[in-house]
């Protein structure tokens, strides 16, 4: 008598699909293991070239453009706090979304206007976008 039972072709074909998926997706989880620890090194190592290229930049640049870039970055360092003093800030209310994750007293969220400081060896170009309830005559 025979003891073993006999086993459809189609069981087989998906015994072996799934052993091959298995090591599809372990293929793929060691790929995604490499593309990450890859980008580890690269987000540490941007900063630092941004950082370098702003070091040529400021070291290529005449005097006056020099003097141009220092006011342009302490411009945008501080425009933040100017803008609120100005009143040139819009507070958005809550979302209710918002309310219901962090309880009753979740602040509001203050808007400020985005700007763009360019310098050059004349001094320093600001563009600015206004914001909605803050129109050009609160910057006059």
Avoid: C
């Amino acid at each position: 008598m025979n003891d073993k039972l006999p086993v459809h072709p189609y069981v087989i074909a998906f015994v072996l699909a799934a052993v091959g998926l298995v090591e599809i997706v372990q293929h793929i989880g060691f790929v995604l293991g490499m593309v990450v620890l890859a980008a580890i090194p690269a987000a540490l190592l941007a900063p630092l070239v941004w950082a370098g290229l702003a070091v040529v930049r400021f070291t290529r640049a005449d005097p006056e453009t020099r003097i141009s870039m220092w006011q342009a970055w302490r411009i945008r360092r501080r425009w933040r706090r100017l803008a609120v003093m100005l009143r040139l800030t819009v507070r958005e209310p809550t979302s209710p979304y918002r309310q219901a994750a962090r309880g009753d007293n979740a602040p509001h969220r203050l808007r400020v206007p985005r700007i763009r400081v360019r310098a050059d060896e004349y001094g320093v170009t600001i563009t600015a976008k206004t914001l909605p309830q803050v129109g050009r005559n609160e910057w006059t």
